[in-house]
C-alpha cells in the first residue's frame, strides 16, 4: 500500500474543527492537577467505540455503549480521580447528569455527549464539584486545548500520551489525532484505559466501527503491564467531517489508507502506554510464531507477558528462559516442548525445547541488559502468530499499587 | 465423622518403617546447604502421585508418571537446585540414572525407585556429583532423617514444612505424615512445589489414588501465590503396611477417616506453603459462594488470588474493593455486578455490587492490617463456593525473582 502518511505535532485537536479544554474541579482531594476535560467538534460527527469486555462496567461505559446504537457524538466530557464504576443506580444517574449539563451549555442534544470516568473504583461522583466546574470548561474550549487535555485524563501516568498523522484521501488531506491514558491495570482488551481519537475525514459509521475494532485488535488488545482488565476501558474514534471528503465507506480506494493512519495513531498510544507502565524499566515486544492456531499464538504470548515470574527475571536482568518455556507449557496453547526455539533479538536461547548449542549467558545477558528488546518464540507447529507489547515488573510496580486508594 | 486424629511430631518419617537422608552434593555452587535427599519404605510401598498440568514437564515428571503405571514405590531420590526441566532426552537419561544408582545401592527394582528435580529450569544435573554422593546418602539413612530431609528439598522456601497426624484405623495406630517444599511459582492446580506424604497403613493403590487426588484437590490446588504453574510439581504418597491393618479400600467403614487424615496432612502443607510464600507478609483466604456453578466459583476466587492489583493492595494494606469487583469481572465467572456482597472477615464492605452503607474506611482498613484475614465473596446467583489460599505480592517478591537464576 502507498501512502504519503507521515507523523505531526499534536493530539486530539490537531485535526479541524475539534476544540478541547480541561480545569481542576477537585474531584479528588489529594489531586493538584486537571481532572475534568471536555473535547467537542464543531459539528456532529460519526462516531464508533471499543469497550472493556470486564462483566463489571463502570457507570459512563454503560452510557457510551447505549448511545453509540445512534452513531454520533459532538462531545465527550472526562473526568478523572474517580471511575464511576460499582457505584449502582446513582452512578447511571450521575453521568447521565453529566451529559445532560454538558449539552444545555453546548446547546447540543444530551445524546450526542459521550461520558468517560478514570480513578477509584467504588466512590460516587463529587456532583456538585463537577456541576460547578462545566460552566468555565465550556467556555475555555479552544482548538489549543489538546495538550492540556491529554495532562487531565492522567491517573498514575508518568507522561502525557499524544499522537497525530496527516495522510491524504480522495484528495483531502486529512488528519487523525489521539490522546490516551494508562499505566496500570493494562491487559490483553484493554484495560484502565482511555483513548480519544479524532479525525476530520467524513467517514460512514460502520466502516468506522470496522475500523476502530480492526484497529485496537492491533494496538491496545495487544498491550500488558500487570494482566488486569479494568472496568473502564473506552476507545472513542469521531470522524467529524471538517476535511471536506466525499464520505468514506469500506469500498473506496482510499479505504485502506484511512484505516492504517487510524491504526498507526493507536498502536503508538498504546507503545506510549506500556512504555509508561506503572514502574517499567523495560520495553518488552513477545512474538510466538509458529503456532497451530492462532487462538494458540495469542494464549502463548499473552501468558509470557503476564508471568510475574518472567516479568520479574526481566526486571532483573537475569535470562531465565525456562520460565519463559514455563509459561507457555502452562498457557492452554498446543505446545511440543522437543520443538520450541526461543530468541531473544538476535541471540538463539533455546532451540528444540532445550539451552541451544553455543548460547552463552553473557550473550543472553547482554539482550536482557537492554531497555528494549524482543522475545521471539517459535513453538513450530503451524503458521499462526501473535506478538503483544509489555513490561517487566519492578518493586515500583508493587509501591504504586500498594498506595492508590488511601 | 467422627475421628480421634491427632497431630503429632515429625514428618515424612514419623510412620513407621520409613527412613530418610540428606546431604550436600554441590549440585548448584551458590547453594550452601543439603541438596540431595533419599527417602525409603522398609519395603515396597503402594504409591500415588499428583503432578503438574503444565505441558512442559520436566524429566522426573515423565519418570514418575512412567513410574505410577505400577502402582509400588519403595524409594524417591530428589535433589534440589536443578530442575532437571527444558533438558530434551539428556534430561531423561540423567533422571533414569538417578533411579538405577540408588535401586543399585538399596538391592531393589529401580521401577521402585521415583525421582524428583526442583531448581533453576534449563541446566542439565551435574550427574558425577549426584552419583559422587549417592553412596553416603545410602549409608545415611535413619527413622530420625526426616526432618532434615525437609529442610533439604527447599529453594527459596524460609521454613521447613513438616506435618503429621495419627488416627486409630482398623484397630490400629496408623500415622501420616509429609514434608513440602515451594514458596514461589504456587498456582492454582499446584506449581514449584514438591510434597511427599507418607504412611504406614496398608492401602489397596487405586482408592490410595483416589484419595490422594481428593486431598490434592482441596490442598495444594487451592493455594496461589503467584499464578505461575511449574515443570516440576509432583505430590507421592506411599502406604507401606507397617501399620499392620487389613489392607484399606475405599468401602471399608474406616476409610472416610483415613482420607480425612491424608487430608488433613495436605492442608497443613499446603497453608505452610502460602505462609512462606516470596515475601509475603499477609495470609488471605478468600472464599466465593452463591456463585452458578462450581466452575464459576473457582474461577472467580482465583482472579482475585492472582490479580497483582488486588495482591498490591493487600500489601500496602488499602482497602480497595473496586480491584476485587473487577478481577470478578473478568474472571470468566458469569457474575450479575449489582448482586455481589463482599465481606471483609465481619465487616461487610460491598453490598449489592456499591459500597455497603456504614462500611467505614476505618473498619476496613483495620481488617487489611492484619496479618491473616478473610475476603469472603457472595455471587447470590447460585449455590456454588470455592476457596483459594494465597498472599499479598511485595516488593520483596519481585527482589526474589528478579535474581534467581545469576
Known sequence: MKTDQHKIEGGVTAP?????????????????????????????????????????????????????????????????????????????????????????????????????????????LPMNKIEAALPSLAKALSPAGGAAAAEAILTTDLVKKESAVSVTIDGKTVTVGGIAKGSGMIAPNMATMLAFITTDAAVDQRSLQGCLSHAVDHSFNRIVVDGDESTNDTVLLLANGAAGNTILQNKHPDWKRFCHAVETVCLDLALKIVKDGEGATKFVTVTVAGAATRHDARVAARSIAKSPLVKT??????????????????????????????TFDSVLAVKDGKAADGASLKDLEAVYARKEFTVAVNLNSGKAEHTVYTCDLSKEYVAINAEYMT
Open 313 to 342: 527475571a526481566w526486571n532483573g536482568g537475569d535470562p531465565n528462559w525456562g520460565r519463559i518455556l514455563a509459561a507457555i507449557g502452562y498457557s492452554g496453547a498446543r505446545v511440543e516442548e522437543n520443538r520450541v526455539d526461543i
Open 16 to 124: 479541524r474543527g475539534f476544540k478541547a479544554a480541561s480545569l481542576r474541579a477537585g474531584i479528588k482531594e489529594s489531586r493538584k492537577r486537571d481532572d475534568l476535560t471536555l473535547l467537542v467538534s464543531d459539528g456532529p460527527a460519526t462516531v464508533a467505540g471499543s469497550f472493556t469486555s470486564n462483566r463489571v462496567k463502570a457507570a459512563p461505559v454503560k452510557l457510551c455503549e447505549r448511545r453509540l446504537i445512534w452513531g454520533q457524538a459532538q462531545a465527550v466530557i472526562i473526568n478523572a480521580g474517580c471511575a464511576n464504576a460499582c457505584t449502582g443506580d446513582q452512578g447511571i444517574q450521575d453521568a447521565e447528569r453529566m451529559a445532560e449539563v454538558t449539552a444545555e451549555l453546548l446547546g447540543i442534544g444530551k445524546n450526542l455527549v459521550f461520558v468517560c470516568s478514570t480513578g477509584t473504583i467504588g466512590i460516587p
